[in-house]
Antibody
Framework: QVQLVESGGGLVKPGGSLRLSCVASGFSFSDYYMSWIRQAPGKGLEWVSYSRSSGSTKYYADSVEGRFTISRDNAKNSLYLQMNSLRAEDTAVYYC?????????????WGQGTLVTVSS | EIVMTQSPATLSVSPGERATLSCRASQSVRSNLGWYQQKAGQAPRLLIYAASTRATGIPARFSGSGSGTEFTLTISSLQSEDFAVYYCQHFNEWPVAFGGGTKVEIK
């Protein structure tokens, strides 16, 4: 079955950096578009970043543009999110998410999430 | 950017009753809309995509309708496991966006 397992979250000071990882299994990772979606404590869902299957096309939310970088290693079935210049408002659970059969735009499988806390 | 607005914020319903949730887009998203369910402490789960198509394994009591700017998620007879928060999401263009959610609680 499809599994998405995130790691790399934790406590970081404002201005610091963190790299999230997501390992995928149970499907042909290289065939799917992937995204990161976050959820601040007690709040709704916010799409953060997107990568097409080859990694050649990437999109970012305005709130993270220039600070976050999405990447993937299809040989390792892995998706990454490099987060720099972190702010308190980046505190959230970050979900690794698979998009439905491309191009679809909906998200059919979600990981359990990894918590990022930005605080001094 | 397209803004998604859900109403009501909270819906109190008795088990066995019908629940109707609304989602409005700030401009047309055609039928490029999905619905998700999120239970406390869990990741969201896709319920509906393309406005009215149930995702794999989703019970028939969940149905979606609408197009353009107005959408509805209907749960025909609420079961205990359906009490949760529901989000709509457009995927008409980038950036995609979610609504603020509707919490369905036990009356």
């Amino acid at each position: 079955q499809v599994q998405l397992v995130e790691s790399g979250g934790g406590l970081v000071k404002p201005g610091g950096s963190l790299r999230l990882s997501c390992v995928a299994s149970g499907f042909s990772f290289s065939d799917y578009y992937m995204s990161w979606i976050r959820q601040a404590p007690g709040k709704g869902l916010e799409w953060v970043s997107y990568s097409r299957s080859s990694g050649s096309t990437k999109y970012y939310a305005d709130s993270v543009e220039g600070r976050f970088t999405i990447s993937r290693d299809n040989a390792k079935n892995s998706l990454y999110l490099q987060m720099n210049s972190l702010r308190a408002e980046d505190t959230a659970v970050y979900y690794c998410v698979r998009e439905g059969p491309a191009p679809s735009g909906w998200f059919d499988h979600w990981g359990q999430g990894t918590l990022v806390t930005v605080s001094s | 950017e397209i803004v998604m607005t859900q109403s009501p914020a909270t819906l109190s319903v008795s088990p066995g009753e019908r629940a109707t949730l609304s989602c409005r887009a700030s401009q047309s998203v055609r039928s490029n809309l999905g619905w998700y369910q999120q239970k406390a402490g869990q990741a969201p789960r896709l319920l509906i995509y393309a406005a009215s198509t149930r995702a794999t394994g989703i019970p028939a009591r969940f149905s979606g309708s609408g197009s353009g700017t107005e959408f509805t998620l209907t749960i025909s007879s609420l079961q205990s496991e359906d009490f949760a928060v529901y989000y709509c999401q457009h995927f008409n263009e980038w950036p995609v966006a979610f609504g603020g959610g509707t919490k369905v609680e036990i009356k």
